[in-house]
């Protein structure tokens, strides 16, 4: 599990969210993958919501893109990522990037990937 530091909590708060619920899903998602350790700290956040807010954001924040990867992108190789250090067991990949098994399931169907078992 991983636990989100008070000032990650309040940068996500004081963010307008031109993207509403998805765009702020996407970003929880991708920190909880992402993250470097057990706790989400300032440094895991994205630029866009580590600066003050002043106006709409750039289209590149909001697009969330790094480099040619989108974050599905970077979503799915985290996701590849864990399944080849669990080797293959998808309920020890989920508890390692911090989702459930369900979660995981649904990404990889989403990605067109079946999954028997």
Not at 35 to 61: H, N, S, W, Y
């Amino acid at each position: 599990m991983v636990s989100v530091a008070p000032e990650v909590m309040r940068a996500l708060q004081r963010y307008e969210w031109p993207g509403n619920v998805r765009q702020l899903r996407n970003v929880v998602e991708r920190l909880v993958v992402l993250a470097k350790g057990d706790r989400i700290t300032l440094r895991d956040l994205p630029d866009f919501l580590r600066e003050p807010v002043c106006g709409p954001p750039a289209a590149e924040a909001v697009a969330e893109t790094e480099g040619d990867l989108t974050i599905r992108g970077l979503e799915m190789r985290a996701i590849r990522d864990a399944l080849q250090k669990c080797g293959g067991n998808k309920s020890r990949a989920a508890r390692e990037l911090g989702i459930s098994r369900k979660t995981l399931y649904k990404r990889l169907h989403d990605e067109g990937i079946v999954c028997i078992g």
